[in-house]
């Protein structure tokens, strides 16, 4: 298939830098300057010069920018204390909050033609779901202490050379499934959109994909936090 | 956000990812056991981890579906008793 044109990559080009022509180069400085760690800086640099622009002097009645963030940032506060109560949601927000605007922005960035989402590489999405997963066992360990073992013994004694196993690998589908359903959805709307676009840019027969693309990005972000949040609340919880 | 499209997101996270995380299961189950069988082992079992593997995976696939049902009755059961 043809390459997608990616502007950040051109004016690395330009510079002098090398650019990988496969999905990941050889050395490290062409690792780092594969489209997919290039548009995860960017998308950062958006998040962090937005926030400043829209939050640089905070006032007693918001304007327009501080308007937008606090219902945003307040929604997202509610949801969490619905489902993993307001402790938890006080230590983890932060955190939660920022994958939520990360993968929605990194989703939605690669509507625009000359930019790609950076969650379409499997790299970007591993990277999060490994973070995910090791929290929700450190959350686990610090709730429970070494009763956090009895998440994967199952409900009785005599089950557990049946259940243990099972547990363990329900345990590590999750890293698998988190990733990959992430990956796949927004790899599929990039690809979906390219070949598009090459065909019949020119009718616009990529446009009713892009609505869709929308739709999927939003879902695709909201499914990840939610799922995120409902394996702290497991973790944390008293097994069973 | 109203009411109806918060509860469809709702639904869709919980149940959107059923399959995934079933194909997922039986992956993990069956790669283990193709890796017992041909790292840990030497092939000299070989046909019987992968089938173990398998059985498990299909096991984990089929005990996180009932995870997840479980934990959605909870859901509306909660529900119910706020609206009491």
């Keep these: 298939m043809e390459h997608p044109i990616l502007f950040i990559s051109i004016i690395l080009e330009k510079l002098g830098l090398p650019i990988p022509h496969g999905p990941v180069g050889h050395g490290l400085i062409e690792q780092l300057c594969a489209p997919y760690m290039t548009y995860t800086w960017f998308t950062m640099i958006f998040l962090v010069v937005v926030g400043k622009l829209t939050l640089g002097n905070l006032e007693m009645v918001p304007g327009k920018g501080q308007n937008f963030w606090e219902i945003l940032i307040g929604g997202m506060d509610d949801f969490f204390v619905e489902n993993m109560g ?15 605007l990360y993968i929605a922005v990194a989703n939605l960035i690669g509507l625009i033609p000359g930019f790609m989402s950076p969650t379409s590489s499997i790299n970007t999405t591993l990277a999060l779901t490994l973070i995910v997963w090791v929290t ?3 959350i686990g360990i610090r709730a429970n202490g070494l009763a956090y073992v009895k998440h994967f013994l199952g409900p009785m004694p005599v089950l557990i050379p ?3 196993p099972i547990e363990l690998i329900s345990n590590f589908a999750r890293l698998l499934s988190l990733s990959i359903r992430l990956f796949g959805n927004i790899m599929a709307k ?4 390219g070949i598009l676009f090459m065909l019949a840019g020119a009718y616009f027969a990529p446009l009713p994909i892009m609505v869709l693309g929308v739709l999927v990005s939003l879902v ?18 008293h097994a069973h | 956000m109203s009411k109806m499209s ?10 959107g990812h059923i399959g995934f995380t079933f194909v997922a299961a039986i992956f993990i189950g069956m790669g283990g056991g193709i890796y017992l069988d041909q790292k840990v082992f030497d092939d000299r079992t070989t046909p019987w981890f992968t ?22 009755n909870k859901e509306f059961e909660n529900q119910d008793k706020d609206k009491d």
Excluded: C, W
């Design chain 2, 51 to 72: 089938f173990i593997g398998l059985a498990f995976g299909i096991a984990a696939g089929f005990k996180s579906l009932f995870d997840i049902i479980k934990q959605q």
């Design chain 1, 190 to 193: 990039e690809t979906l959109l």
């Design chain 1, 136 to 138: 929700h066992h450190i």
């Design chain 1, 86 to 100: 307001r402790e938890l949601t006080d230590k983890l927000f932060p955190m939660i909050a920022t994958f939520a």
């Design chain 2, 6 to 15: 918060k509860e469809m997101i709702h639904l869709l996270g919980n149940y």
């Design chain 1, 162 to 164: 049946l259940m243990l």
């Design chain 1, 220 to 237: 695709q972000a909201m499914v990840f936090v939610l799922l995120t949040v409902v394996y702290f609340t497991q973790s944390n919880e």
